[in-house]
Each structure stands twice: as C-alpha cells, then as structure tokens.
T-cell receptor, first 116, second 110 residues
C-alpha cells in the first residue's frame, strides 16, 4: 500500500519566490497534518484538517503561509513570498481521524526546503 | 502552550549498553505516543500508551506512562546500532492533535 506521498522531495528557491508543497494522504484517512521540522524548534504542527476542513491553524507562522485541502486525496501548503527563515523540512501526515486520541499518524518522507 | 521536554537531548553510547529517555510535561495528556525518525524519513510510530501507569514492551524497548499522565519514559536494553535515530514523544489531547516533544537524538556505536 502506498503511504503518504509528498512532492517535491527537495526544493531550492530564492527569497521572494512562491513555494508550493504537495501531499497525498493515505486513502481512507480523514485527518491530514502539516508539520515543519528544524533543529532549533523541532517538529511543529502548522495546520491540520479533518474531512477536508481546517480544524486548527494556530501553528501557521504568518500570512505568508496558506494551506488548502480541496478534496480527500490532496493538500497543498503554499509559502508566498518565501524567506530564508522558512528553510526546513516540511512533513505531511495523515491519520484515520475518527476522533480517537490515540490514532497513529503516518508521515510522508518530507520536503526539504531551502530558501536562498 | 503545552510543552513536552525530552531528556537527554543527545545520547551517544556503545552497543550493548542500556539507556532511558524521559519525556516530561506540566500538562495532562489523554495518550502518549513514541515515534522514531531516521535520517531522510518521517517519524514512525513505536507505541501508544493511554492509561496512567501503563507499561508496554516492544522487544528490547520498554515504555511507561506516568501515573498522572504528564510524563513518560522509554528504556532500551542492550542497545544496537539499528536503534540509532531521533526519538520523539507526542502527547495526545482531546482531538486528533499531537504535541511533539523536543526529541532525543540517539547514536549507538558498534
């Protein structure tokens, strides 16, 4: 079975450019999460969706970040304009999302973003 | 803001040694999960504990959830090089949201 799929795996861009990260969750999973991981701040939740609806976006750093989930099988995280401090590994994860506090989250391989 | 502090932050040991990683918070969690992350990959779930005082064993790994459900520990017996990685605890609240700990980076040398 395919796990969570993310693209691209690596992205190098210049400051000020728009960056779009993509995620395909595991089929049948109802919750989707976007995380950012850096050495300094660890793994931070940016936003999560349940049944395609944003539930908690309190971790989104600022208005330059936006996320969408137009359907159950696709989500995007967009940064516009990008800044060097946005450099990090961005993970997408999905879970069954049926209300259990002990649901396992399945992570994708991540997108390593470098903003020059 | 809930915060999960892990200690130690870094740990380098020889193969065969035992170790314990701690995960502490001032908040009460409904569940506590432990994940392991290897370089270039996403975290992978090792175990979930939901009851205060619960102990779970996974081969050489022993996980314990504190009685008050505010802390947890991971003990590895006779560590092997394959145990090398970043260990993350994650506290579950009343929704799907997880709060991840600061992480413990383990290096086991042959």
């Amino acid at each position: 079975d395919a796990g969570v799929i993310q693209s691209p795996r690596h992205e190098v861009t210049e400051m000020g450019q728009e960056v779009t990260l993509r995620c395909k969750p595991i089929s049948g999973h109802n919750s989707l999460f976007w995380y950012r991981q850096t050495m300094m701040r660890g793994l931070e939740l940016l936003i999560y969706f349940n049944n395609n609806v944003p539930i908690d976006d309190s971790g989104m750093p600022e208005d330059r970040f936006s996320a969408k989930m137009p359907n159950a099988s696709f989500s995007t995280l967009k940064i516009q304009p990008s800044e060097p401090r946005d450099s990090a590994v961005y993970f997408c994860a999905s879970s069954l999302g049926q209300g259990s506090v002990s649901d396992e989250q399945f992570f994708g391989p991540g997108t390593r973003l470098t903003v020059l | 803001t809930q915060l999960l502090e892990q200690s130690p932050q870094f740990l380098s040991i020889q193969e065969g040694e035992n170790l314990t990683v701690y995960c502490n918070s001032s908040s009460v969690f409904s569940s506590l999960q432990w994940y392991r992350q290897e370089p270039g990959e996403g975290p992978v779930l090792l175990v979930t504990v939901v009851t205060g005082g619960e102990v779970k064993k996974l081969k050489r790994l022993t996980f314990q959830f504190g009685d008050a459900r505010k802390d947890s520990s991971l003990h590895i017996t006779a560590a092997q090089p394959g145990d090398t990685g970043l260990y993350l605890c994650a506290g579950g609240m009343s929704t799907d949201k997880l709060i991840f700990g600061t992480g413990t980076r383990l290096q086991v040398f042959p």
